[in-house]
């Protein structure tokens, strides 16, 4: 099991959303490093933080389940998506999404400012000067260490 960090702006689509739908694609990814992430790397059955960015307070806000293997992100091509790609096609896609589960929402985000203040958490690549990157891997010594500042046990 490998374990994830996955970034989304709370205003687009939030933890509480996927509390409501129980099961959503995580579409919209437009790096190919993320990709190659979600294409060689996720697997069935990862778990990953919900991160909520672009907002007042960022943070880890809950927990989710990846649930599919990765496959083509057909917001791509659809010219009335906002992640429209003209170079992605059906026969030949270039993004890809999978199916992530909601697990749980925490009591308290785990807030940027205190992931900041864990010098245990120093080379987390979401703390990483220029990591914009909307999906990371977590090592499970890292993911283990956010459990606790949430106060959700290992």
Same mark, same amino acid.
């Given at each position: 099991?490998?374990?994830?960090?996955?970034?989304?702006?709370? +205003?687009? %689509? !939030?933890?509480?959303?996927?509390?409501?739908?129980?099961?959503?694609?995580? #579409?919209?990814?437009?790096? *190919?490093? @993320?990709?190659? %992430?979600?294409? #060689?790397?996720? !697997?069935?059955?990862?778990?990953?933080?919900?991160?909520? $960015?672009?907002?007042?307070?960022?943070?880890?806000?809950?927990?989710?389940?990846?649930? !599919?293997?990765?496959? /083509?992100?057909?917001?791509?091509?659809? /010219?009335?998506?906002? *992640? *429209?790609?003209?170079? $992605?096609?059906? +026969? !030949?896609?270039?993004?890809?999404?999978?199916? @992530?589960?909601?697990?749980?929402?925490? =009591? $308290?985000?785990?807030?940027?400012?205190?992931?900041?203040?864990?010098?245990?958490?120093?080379?987390?690549?979401?703390?990483?000067?220029?990591?914009?990157? =909307?999906?990371?891997?977590? =090592?499970? +010594?890292?993911?283990?260490?956010?459990?606790?500042?949430?106060?959700?046990?290992?």
């Amino acid at each position: 099991m490998k374990y994830w960090l996955m970034k989304n702006e709370p +205003e687009d %689509f !939030s933890i509480d959303d996927l509390e409501k739908v129980g099961v959503e694609h995580w #579409d919209g990814i437009r790096n *190919y490093q @993320v990709r190659n %992430f979600m294409r #060689d790397e996720m !697997s069935v059955g990862d778990l990953a933080f919900f991160y909520h $960015s672009n907002c007042k307070v960022p943070g880890i806000v809950g927990m989710m389940e990846i649930v !599919s293997e990765a496959y /083509p992100d057909h917001t791509a091509w659809d /010219p009335d998506e906002h *992640y *429209y790609d003209p170079r $992605s096609k059906p +026969e !030949s896609p270039v993004w890809l999404m999978v199916d @992530v589960r909601y697990l749980r929402t925490f =009591s $308290s985000p785990v807030t940027l400012k205190a992931l900041r203040a864990c010098p245990e958490l120093a080379d987390m690549r979401i703390l990483q000067r220029g990591n914009r990157l =909307s999906v990371t891997p977590l =090592s499970p +010594e890292h993911w283990n260490f956010i459990l606790g500042l949430a106060g959700e046990g290992a």
